[in-house]
């Protein structure tokens, strides 16, 4: 396949040339500026490619001289209202999550022509092999990019807090433990007069951080009381606060998008990577899939569920068991392996509505699950 696919790469027919028969396969490989496209007849055979601004008005224009077709594009950064465009002039669009589509990121020749060839072969073939996606809603998008932009914010708080507190110790110094929300003000008197000239203004900064944060957090708080009253059952469980919950909720956005609740663990990347060959089936990494985020915040709150200040739950005595069962990394896999199942729990508590059962409530919603 790769030697034919090379063989007329470089061979350009625009398709307003070709006269075809029966259902096309249209492959789009979307850059910042141009959009390859390579058209497939029914036969699998290439009668075109093109190279076509990534611009709506002439995406619009392209796919309107096109017969209705199936579409297929990797998602990205274009790939929402390149998608909604094609989709409303009638034809099939399918999304593709590059992650599954080795064949194109692992390839040893790998240019936009031959990208765009491999998706309209392998969405003619069988579009689940493309593991197709479905993008949120705008709404559900816009509450999503709330958060993202607190996170950043967050992060960049707390790198320079740290960058603050490590050009201080080569003078002898040591600031005193304290939040990140008031470390400007609390760490202002044990400030060597030596390094003010340099800290001052990052402290004026992480002012500005801390209200900012706040402003977001405020934001946050209305839209999850006016539009996602679901949040509300996820933080019965100790320990998980509204950003996690609702940071899950917009995640996986339609709660009835998994056949059981414990298919929220591979669709966060909670789950260990398999590569087993006959006998051999060692111990891997969690696949690390989906939303960097939303898996972040659910191992921080598993943190907090196995530490000290944690109340005695299911999900405790189970991140217990499984740090008790020894071995090189016994507490990262209790802490991945808890918050794994706490996404489960807040998976059922949503789609069951139930009230939230510290002790007990495991078995239960095994069984359920």
Known sequence: MERNIRGDAMK??????????????????????????????????????????????????????????????????HSRWFSETVGQLGHEVIIANPRQLPLIYRSR???????????????????????????????????????????VVVRERTRLVNHIRGIVKPLGHRLPGCSAAGFADRIR????????????????????????????????????????????????????????????????????????????GPFLGLVPRKSQTGESDPELRITKAGDVMARRLLVQCAHHILGPFGPDTDLRRYGQRVAGQGGKNAKKRAVVAVARKLAVLLHRLWVTGATYKPLGHGTAARKAA
Request: proline share 5%; glycine share 6%.
């Open 109 to 151: 020749s790998k240019t936009d022509e031959l990208d765009a060839e491999r998706l309209a072969r392998i969405g003619r073939a069988d579009p689940e092999l493309l593991c197709p996606i479905k993008h949120r809603s705008k709404e559900a998008q816009a509450d999503l990019a709330l958060l993202r932009a607190r996170d």
């Open 189 to 264: 008197e044990e400030l060597p007069r030596s390094l003010w000239q340099a800290v001052g203004p990052l402290l004026a900064i992480l002012r500005q951080f801390d209200r900012q944060i706040a402003q977001y957090e405020n934001r946050i708080a209305e839209r999850a009381k006016a539009s996602y009253p679901e949040v509300e059952r996820m933080t019965q469980v100790h320990g998980v606060g509204l950003l996690t919950a609702l940071t899950l909720t917009l995640i996986v956005e339609d709660k009835g998008r998994f056949t059981r609740s414990r298919d929220i």
């Open 12 to 77: 350009t027919t625009p398709l307003k040339e070709v006269a075809v028969e029966g259902r096309l396969t249209v492959g789009c490989d979307l850059g910042d500026r141009t959009t390859r496209v390579c058209v497939l007849d029914a036969a699998g055979k290439v009668v075109a490619r093109e190279t076509i601004p990534t611009r709506p008005a002439q995406v619009r224009e392209w796919f309107e001289r096109c017969p209705r077709s199936r579409v297929v594009l990797e998602v990205g950064t």
